[in-house]
């Protein structure tokens, strides 16, 4: 990723909520084209320490260069923030925040493509009430059945941070861990497909929400910064 890729974007950012168009973009209601400051260094090193591990280059960039959270894709960027329960995502000045995310938690393996196939084997297993001989019988297997399977759905979520609310139930995430780290993936559990990746890394992400939007309301200029590399 070059040195270059955040340079005027939180200029760019801010200038959307000027132009008289800005409130009929999807998600503006939700964050306003607002940012949130630029993080310090040492805050970042303090939250990579809770972490675990060192933030993905684009998105630790984005961080100390163009805001800690806000518009963004979708109703905004979730923010990272210190609280005496330590380091975690909240959705600080969003009006519809997606789910926070501790840090200890996103540091975690992420293994959501490995327990998806798990899921897809335990959801064929769904007990039927015909197949017990009594109703309390079939209570107990379908409730160790449905336990089972929220523990795995609450388990997709480890090695990522709930980065965007994008309505309805679904978000879009940032993994943190493992060989898909620095990618986002779309969580759409609600619609029974699970978590997927979206194909890009966060810079592509959200440089490429930005220039949808400037198109959008006709704002592109020679100025705008396309996506890095291919």
């Known amino acids: 990723m070059s040195e270059d890729t955040w340079t005027g974007i939180r200029e760019r950012v801010l200038r959307l909520a000027e132009h008289?168009?800005?409130?009929?973009?999807?998600?503006?209601?939700?964050?306003?084209?607002?940012?949130?400051?630029?993080?310090?260094?040492?805050?970042?090193?303090?939250?990579?320490?809770?972490?675990?591990?060192?933030?993905?280059?684009?998105y630790r960039s984005f961080l100390l260069r163009v805001g800690s959270g806000g518009a963004g894709p979708h109703y905004g960027l979730m923010t990272p923030v210190a609280s005496d329960g330590g380091w975690r995502w909240t959705g600080i000045g969003?009006?519809?925040?997606?789910?926070?995310?501790?840090?200890?938690?996103?540091?975690q393996?992420?293994?959501?493509?490995?327990?998806?196939?798990?899921?897809?084997?335990?959801?064929?297993?769904?007990?039927?009430?015909?197949?017990?001989?009594?109703?309390?019988?079939?209570?107990?297997?379908?409730?160790?059945?449905?336990?089972?399977?929220?523990?795995?759905?609450?388990?997709?979520?480890?090695?990522?941070?709930f980065l965007s609310e994008q309505g309805c139930g679904y978000a879009s995430l940032l993994v943190t861990t493992g060989p898909h780290r620095g990618t986002v993936w779309d969580d759409l559990r609600p619609m029974?497909?699970?978590?997927?990746?979206?194909?890009?890394?966060?810079?592509?992400w959200y440089l490429r929400w930005l220039e949808r939007t400037e198109q959008?309301?006709?704002?592109?200029?020679?100025a705008s910064t396309p996506p890095p590399g291919p």
């Open 109 to 161: 393996p992420f293994v959501a493509p490995a327990l998806q196939d798990e899921l897809d084997a335990l959801d064929a297993e769904e007990p039927e009430k015909d197949a017990f001989a009594d109703e309390e019988t079939f209570r107990q297997a379908y409730a160790a059945w449905d336990a089972r399977y929220d523990e795995l759905c609450d388990a997709q979520e480890a090695g990522a941070v």
């Open 94 to 107: 969003l009006a519809f925040p997606a789910q926070s995310t501790p840090a200890e938690f996103a540091g």
């Open 216 to 222: 959008r309301l006709a704002l592109t200029s020679s």
């Open 20 to 58: 008289p168009g800005a409130g009929e973009v999807f998600g503006a209601q939700g964050h306003g084209f607002r940012l949130g400051p630029v993080m310090r260094e040492e805050e970042l090193l303090s939250l990579e320490a809770a972490l675990g591990s060192e933030l993905p280059a684009p």
């Open 192 to 204: 029974d497909r699970g978590i997927e990746p979206t194909g890009y890394d966060f810079a592509h």
